[in-house]
């Protein structure tokens, strides 16, 4: 079955502690993505991958970094989280000749 | 840079009246506009797009958008909601002339829509 799959789904965790939330796909897209999304906001995208190697920042990246290794996964790493980073999170894939994004189910992440 | 206005943030609606959920655009170039779905506690899933040719686009569970150029507008419509209908609603937009290799999604703020029994 072709998917998107975050871990974890949910996240409770205090101000300055490391975390990474991870995003893996199987259906070969190039393309990967990270979104925040915050009531009244939608999403908006933190950064961006169009391929293994090649990342680049998206409208709010600031207090997140990414890396992208290997074609199926797609890691958000927050180096030190602070509290206004409490949000939903997608990530999302496409291939690279597609207008159709693939979400995750999303990860809720509360920084305390 | 574009940017997108859904003008409703929640819509109530009757089980089996129509709705209408409105979404402007603004851009300096050329636009593909999309419309996903959001269920509770899942991901967004694509509902339909309008990429060219007809500017009336529907999707397989009986909703439409029409692209509509003067008035920069892509309002989504169904004659009749279900239950099942129930969900947040994103318009997006991005720079048609980017092309799919490089393109991004700018997403409106969401409307929720709540069909009610």
């Known amino acids: 079955e072709a998917q998107v799959t975050q871990n974890p789904r949910y996240l409770i965790t205090v101000t300055g502690k490391k975390l990474t939330v991870t995003c893996s796909q199987n259906m070969n897209h190039e393309y990967m993505s990270w979104y925040r999304q915050d009531p009244g906001l939608g999403l908006r995208q933190i950064y961006y991958?169009?391929?293994?190697?090649?990342?680049d920042k998206g409208d709010v990246p600031e207090g997140y970094k990414v890396s992208r290794k290997e074609k199926r996964n797609f890691p958000l790493i927050l180096e030190s989280p602070s509290p206004n980073q409490t949000s939903l999170y997608f990530c999302?894939?496409?291939?690279?000749?597609?207008?159709?994004?693939?979400f995750g189910p999303g990860t809720r992440l509360t920084v305390t | 840079a574009q940017s997108v206005t859904q003008l409703d943030s929640q819509v109530p609606v009757f089980e089996e009246a129509p709705v209408e959920l409105r979404c402007n655009y603004s851009?300096?170039?050329?636009?593909?506009l999309f419309w996903y779905v959001q269920y509770p506690n899942q991901g967004l899933q694509l509902l339909l797009k309008?990429?060219?040719?007809?500017?009336l686009v529907e999707s397989i569970n009986g909703f439409e958008a029409e692209f509509n150029k003067s008035q920069t507008s892509f309002h989504l419509r169904k004659p009749s909601v279900h239950i099942s209908d129930t969900a947040e609603y994103f318009c997006a937009v991005s720079d048609r002339n980017s092309g799919a290799g490089s393109y991004q999604l700018t997403f409106g703020k969401g409307t929720k829509l709540s069909v009610i029994p």
């Open positions: 309008y990429l060219s040719g007809s500017t």
């Open positions: 851009s300096s170039v050329s636009v593909y």
């Open positions: 991958s169009m391929n293994v190697e090649v990342t």
């Open positions: 999302a894939t496409r291939l690279a000749d597609s207008y159709e994004q693939y």
